[in-house]
Nanobody, 112 residues
Framework: HFQLVESGGGLVQPGGSLRLSCAVS????????TGWFRQAPGREREGVAC????????YYEDSVKGRFTMSRDYAENTVYLQMNDLQPEDTAVYYC?????WGQGTQVTVST
């Protein structure tokens, strides 16, 4: 019942920043945990950040702690991932997830 559309990816130099957005339709964000995942070429999809459904507690994968910040705007029904100090190893397709719903992904490439 959720439809998710990610945006905000692109090409950035090491040390740069991007802000990913996930526009949610079909239902509201209330009472649902939300997550960001990524998949690099030749690798399995991995969790990057997760926002709990109850108290907005956020959990981050170790390699992004201190650099990435996940948030959600209930009024806009949108989930965000602010990514700072990006590194080449952050290059991947980033996906938004709620329950069993996935977006189409947005490409993030970090390169000189």
């Amino acid at each position: 019942h959720f439809q998710l559309v990610e945006s905000g990816g692109g090409l950035v130099q090491p040390g740069g920043s991007l802000r990913l957005s996930c526009a949610v339709s079909g239902s509201t964000l209330d009472n649902y945990a939300t997550g960001w995942f990524r998949q690099a070429p030749g690798r399995e999809r991995e969790g990057v950040a997760c926002l709990s459904r109850s108290d907005d507690t956020t959990y981050y994968e170790d390699s992004v702690k201190g650099r990435f910040t996940m948030s959600r705007d209930y009024a806009e029904n949108t989930v965000y991932l602010q990514m700072n100090d990006l590194q080449p190893e952050d290059t991947a397709v980033y996906y938004c997830n709620i329950g069993d719903a996935w977006g189409q992904g947005t490409q993030v490439t970090v390169s000189t």
